[in-house]
């Protein structure tokens, strides 16, 4: 059963039906109230799968955890505008409703998942299993009490997951892939073609005259929209993360020489030493050899020898003492001079004596060199725990109505003026603007923001915050024709340029088709005949776009063709296709059965969950949505 669930998570049903019980949990997050979420919450119902309601209560806990994976995913908090703008809502209502219509389904076929069943999913699911692979009942009860769960809520749940699961399963396993399907998939990707062809560029179109006037309003006319000025905003910005808020001058000369002697090691080399072992079966062993060691009578090299050390395995390595990873053999070796010989030391793997064969001294950089940095990180780490009482303090004086340039005046922090910008980051002169704090976030914000609008701060990457107000819009609007004349010349004449290669591209097709050999077509043309073999739907080849080869396929072989190939045009004519012979069950088949049997499982899943949607009836009440969303989300 659980492998089923598994095999399930990694298919989008069983990722939506797995989403409610072990995301939540095993992520911790009952500070969302989970244990409200498994009961249903309050009677408001905002949706209802036939006799199944999707409560209030489980809209809110299901939006907060999506949204919750959405910021740990994008590192960085998301506001409501934000989130709705990525869908959020409707990801979680489309979710609900397809869990409430499962279940419906389930319980109309009196489907029932025996305790049986339920307690193997339990026992055999690795989260609540010990290192050595077996049920830990206190780690399944503490991982129920940091979610706010009681093993009864749980158990309920689960067994709702597990019966969802089957009746996904028992629609779409084991589906067969048909065999006209398997040929055709095997036919198109496994057919080559070879082309002649020849390259018609722009200069066998000759001379194209200056457009006349009435040439160029009516093509500036009909493309007007290729010359259209964006909309652009301007904006002041006022930007609080820990780097701007962080003071290191701010910071004492205690503080600093304080946070110095705490890391010293950070600032330099740690002492490294070149170590040699030796391991013995006991003690006795390792002592009778340490005195031949220390009396002369053997080199340390000899007893290594004896006890089948190679060199390879004598040396363990040029190592700071937190590299070794045997506390035991690190303090006998960083205990020893250069050259010395160890007492047997009872380590992790046995006893061993150690040899240390060379110290390199650790370095330490003095705090003068160090103290730019050390002030910087102590003033950044600062910035960061005040950075949400400074976001509270200008929010209150956001609510008051001060306007950006006061607050940042007050604060002794910089106003970002952002100059007339597009959605694009870019100016009217087409370069980018470059100062703009997360583009990604703040663009999109500018341009839904409007004058005078009270706006939600975004929060950076860096874990700050942006205050934003527009200050200009100018609307998008079409560039008279006087101010574009020359690109109107230029696209005029491409698309002259263009009609002439085509018309001579179906007349060099015709004498193609009707007998002409593309030699002599290249000759008329003045341009060279060109070859191209083992040719492959969608993809380029040679002076062949992917267009150009995908129009080759849809040519019957020995006919000719013509198509756009960027500024040129290419005529040519299918000189062969071949194609290796289907063979059922070959290892090719194997693959093309697996990967669409996947795709058909998809298929008929999803019109099996939206004919049991229809049946049972979905109804949504969108007042009682918002308000579960908040507001007017």
């Known amino acids: 059963m659980l492998q089923g669930i598994r095999n399930a998570s990694q298919h989008w049903l069983g990722k939506i039906v797995l989403t409610i019980i072990f995301t939540l949990l095993i992520a911790g997050v009952g500070i969302f109230g989970v244990e409200e979420f498994f009961r249903g919450g309050s009677s408001n119902n905002v949706a209802t799968v036939g006799s199944t309601p999707i409560t209030a209560e489980q809209v809110r806990q299901a939006y907060q955890n999506q949204m919750q994976r959405y910021q740990v995913q994008l590192k960085r908090a998301l506001t409501p505008d934000q989130a709705r703008m990525l869908g959020l809502d409707r990801q ?30 339990i026992h055999d699911e690795k989260s609540f299993q010990n290192q050595q692979g077996q049920f830990e009942p206190q780690l399944f009860y ?14 309920h749940e689960q067994r709702a997951v597990i019966a969802r699961l089957q009746l996904a399963e028992a629609v779409s396993s ?4 048909p065999a006209a399907m398997r040929e055709a998939v095997h036919r198109y990707t496994t057919e080559r073609r070879s082309a002649a ?19 160029l309003k009516g093509w500036y006319e009909a493309n007007k929209s290729g010359f259209r000025a964006p909309e652009f905003r301007t904006a002041n910005l006022l930007v609080v993360d820990p780097d701007t808020m962080a003071k290191p001058d701010a910071i004492s000369d205690a503080d600093a020489r304080a946070a110095y002697a705490l890391n010293k090691d950070r600032y330099g080399a740690p002492e490294k030493r070149t170590i040699q072992q030796i391991v013995f079966p006991d003690n006795a062993a390792a002592e009778s050899a340490r005195k031949a060691i220390e009396d002369g009578s053997k080199t340390f090299e000899a007893v290594a020898a004896e006890r089948g050390t190679d060199d390879k395995d004598l040396t363990l390595g040029t190592l700071t003492k937190a590299e070794l990873f045997d506390k035991s053999v690190g303090d006998a070796a960083f205990a ?15 006893t061993v004596l150690l040899r240390v064969t060379k110290i390199e001294p650790g370095t330490v950089k003095p705090f003068e060199a160090v103290e730019g940095e050390i002030r910087r990180g102590l003033a950044l780490a600062r910035a960061r725990d005040a950075i949400e009482t400074t976001r509270d303090a200008i929010e209150d004086q956001r609510a008051a109505a001060k306007p950006l340039t006061d607050i940042a005046a007050e604060r002794g922090l910089k106003i970002v003026p952002v100059k007339a910008v597009d959605t694009n980051a870019k100016d009217p002169e087409g370069r980018k603007v470059g100062d703009i704090p997360d583009p ?52 005029w004449k491409a698309a002259e340029t ?58 019957a ?61 979905v109804k949504i009440d969108a007042v009682a949505l918002r308000r579960a969303l908040g507001g007017e989300y």
Not at 146 to 155: I, P
Not at 336 to 344: R, T
């Open 557 to 617: 072989v020995g006919k000719a063709g013509t198509a756009a190939a960027a500024d040129s045009r290419a005529v040519f004519k299918v000189t062969a296709a071949t194609m290796p012979a289907f063979v059922a069950d070959s290892p090719s088949d194997r693959t093309i059965t697996q990967n669409f049997r996947a795709a058909l499982a998809d298929d008929v899943l999803s019109q099996y969950i939206a004919e049991v949607q229809k049946n049972a009836g």
């Open 92 to 121: 979680v209502m489309s979710q609900l409703i397809t869990e409430a219509a499962l279940d419906q389904k389930t319980h109309d076929l009196g489907l029932a998942v025996p305790d049986a069943s339920v307690i193997r999913a």
């Open 336 to 350: 020893l001079p250069e050259g010395g010989v160890s007492q047997p030391v009872q380590g992790r793997f046995g």
């Open 498 to 555: 263009a009609k002439r290669l085509q018309a001579k591209g179906r007349e060099l097709v015709e004498k193609l088709n009707t007998g002409a050999t593309l030699e002599a077509v290249a000759q008329e043309a003045g341009v060279n005949p060109q070859e191209a073999q083992d040719l492959a739907r969608n993809q380029a080849k040679d002076m062949l776009t992917a267009d150009d080869v995908n129009l080759i396929f849809a040519t």
């Open 174 to 177: 084991d589906l067969h892939v």
């Open 440 to 491: 990604d976030t703040t663009l999109p914000a500018l341009f839904r923001a409007e004058i005078g609008g009270d706006n939600e701060p975004l929060r950076t990457k860096a874990g700050g915050y942006v205050w934003y107000d527009v200050t200009g819009i100018d609307p998008a609007h079409d560039k008279p024709l006087d101010q574009v004349k020359d690109g109107v010349t230029a696209g």
């Open 142 to 155: 503490q991982t129920l009490q940091r979610a706010g769960l009681n093993e009864g809520m749980f158990v």
């Open 197 to 215: 062809y020849l390259m018609l560029t722009p200069s066998t179109a000759g001379q194209i005259p200056d457009p006349t006037e009435d040439e």
